[in-house]
């Protein structure tokens, strides 16, 4: 059965996809780098010998029922009075991205701690009143801007620190009250940071996952349309309001709000179907789940440069973009772990990147060896799996209009044995092609 549409007021803003340029050129970028950064970077995720049982980031929130030091709250908002990175330098953040191949980043501006490393008009808790002094969000826009990648602000909506939040709908008047002059506040801060920052490509939101702002779909609806105004092309995801039902992500009418999934975090979709024919990206954590700096690296599983290329090729693969995150140090410096798996992520899309930047899904049948990319009349396939008698296989649907040619691989451009097989299977949709793998090209070759 049908069911009735409702008539949203602060539903989303579009059917469909948008088409202008600015999105055409986001969902191009194939790979991109996130990096998480703030006074969190100082305790790295530890504080008087004692390991926080979290994600580094989220180390203020640790209690003293789970370990914390005594007035570790208080310990933690006099942070910023050490904020001094003697080893930050945007540029040398932005060049090791750029040969990484990322094409977009994201940036905290402010996490959950309210910490702003821009001097903000609007708080006394920003960068400058720490040592450092200096605008680290205009260093990093205007580094990375020079290297030709583009620049998304990250902006947590949740702001533990400030005498206006609250995380649940404020029913006391004064409470009400104070979150008014919060949703002022963050209304005024996002624009500071437009106008600060006319570089900027879009705005990344987080933590608006709390009642009182899921509680404010008039209002939020507002302020998307001012800020969009603010910034003619602005790209927003789907992490930014609710409607006046609380749905976030998908309106009530099941409809995408904002201009591309943001729920693809720290997961994959498996199939095209899982995406709905959104636009998406997904973003990624090296360790399993730590975004900001944390100096105890080993107890975890990091991601091989191996895992992260088999995500990148699975998103592009599924029209998504795939993002890595990075937590640079207290000092500023991305762990020389991080350096190592960004170079070699860099090696490989040095030859790979045309299979990544600018492909679309191909509407073939997946082959379980790998995944398949799309670009005009090339069809790029990343093996995984190599099959034991070396031939890869594709099955191209007979309605294809397009028939392979010639096949070679694009580390030395040298033409692989490609040959149609007639499998006599005639009740089936595909046509079947050979190439065959070279045997000296091994998979060990990957990083
Ligand atoms: C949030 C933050 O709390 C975290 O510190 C980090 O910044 C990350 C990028 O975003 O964490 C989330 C947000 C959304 C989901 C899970 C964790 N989610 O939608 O499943």
Not at 85 to 107: E, L, N, S, V
Not at 266 to 287: A, E, F, Q, S, Y
Not at 349 to 364: L, R
Not at 394 to 415: C, H, Q
């Amino acid at each position: 059965p049908n069911k009735e549409r409702l008539e949203l007021r602060h539903g989303s803003h579009r059917e469909g996809k948008r088409n202008d340029a600015e999105m055409q050129r986001w969902r191009d970028y194939g790979l991109g780098q996130f990096i998480h950064w703030g006074v969190y970077a100082i305790p790295g995720g530890a504080w008087d010998g004692i390991s926080y049982n979290g994600a580094a980031e989220w180390i203020r929130s640790w209690s003293e029922k789970s370990g914390a030091p005594k007035d570790w709250r208080a310990t933690y908002d006099k942070l910023y009075k050490q904020f001094n990175p003697q080893h930050f330098d945007a540029k040398i953040w932005a060049k090791q991205a750029k040969k990484m191949g990322a094409r977009y980043m994201i940036f905290t501006t402010k996490h959950h701690d309210g910490f702003c490393l821009w001097p903000s008009k609007y708080t006394k808790y920003t960068i400058v009143n720490s040592p450092y002094k200096k605008d680290i969000v205009k260093e990093v826009v205007e580094a990375y801007a020079a290297e030709g990648i583009d620049v998304y602000l990250y902006f947590s909506i949740i702001f533990w620190n400030h005498p206006g939040y609250r995380s649940t709908v404020p029913k006391a008047p004064h409470d009400s009250l104070a979150y008014e002059s919060f949703k002022e506040f963050t209304r005024n801060q996002l624009v500071e940071l437009l106008q600060n920052y006319p570089q900027t490509k879009g705005l990344w939101f987080d933590g608006s996952w709390d009642a009182a702002w899921v509680n404010q779909a008039a209002w939020t609806d507002k302020l998307e349309t001012e800020l969009r105004q603010l910034k003619p092309g602005l790209i927003i995801g789907s992490r930014f309001r609710a409607d006046e039902y609380g749905k976030r992500h998908f309106d009530s009418n099941g409809i995408m709000m904002g201009d591309y999934e943001q729920g693809w975090e720290r997961k994959l979709p498996t199939t095209i179907d899982d995406t709905h024919g959104n636009d998406w990206d997904c973003v990624m954590t090296i360790p399993p789940n730590q975004w900001g700096y944390n100096a105890d690296w080993k107890s975890s599983y990091i991601k091989t440069p191996y895992d992260l290329i088999a995500m990148l090729m699975q998103a592009n693969s599924l029209n998504g973009n795939f993002v890595i995150n990075f937590g640079p140090d207290g000092q500023g410096a991305i762990r020389p772990e991080e350096s190592a798996i960004a170079a070699k992520v860099g090696e490989w899309m040095q030859i790979n990147s045309e299979a990544v930047y600018g492909v679309t899904h191909a509407n073939f049948p997946k082959p379980d060896y790998g995944v398949l990319t799309k670009k005009d009349t090339t069809l790029y396939v990343t093996v995984f799996n190599r099959p034991i008698n070396n031939i890869v296989r594709l099955a191209i649907p007979k309605s294809s209009k397009e028939i392979p040619g010639k096949a070679y691989l694009l580390v030395n451009n040298v033409p692989l044995d490609l040959s149609a097989v007639n499998m006599g299977l005639d009740r089936d949709n595909n046509m079947y092609y050979d190439v065959a793998l070279p045997v000296g090209f091994s998979a060990a070759e990957m990083p």
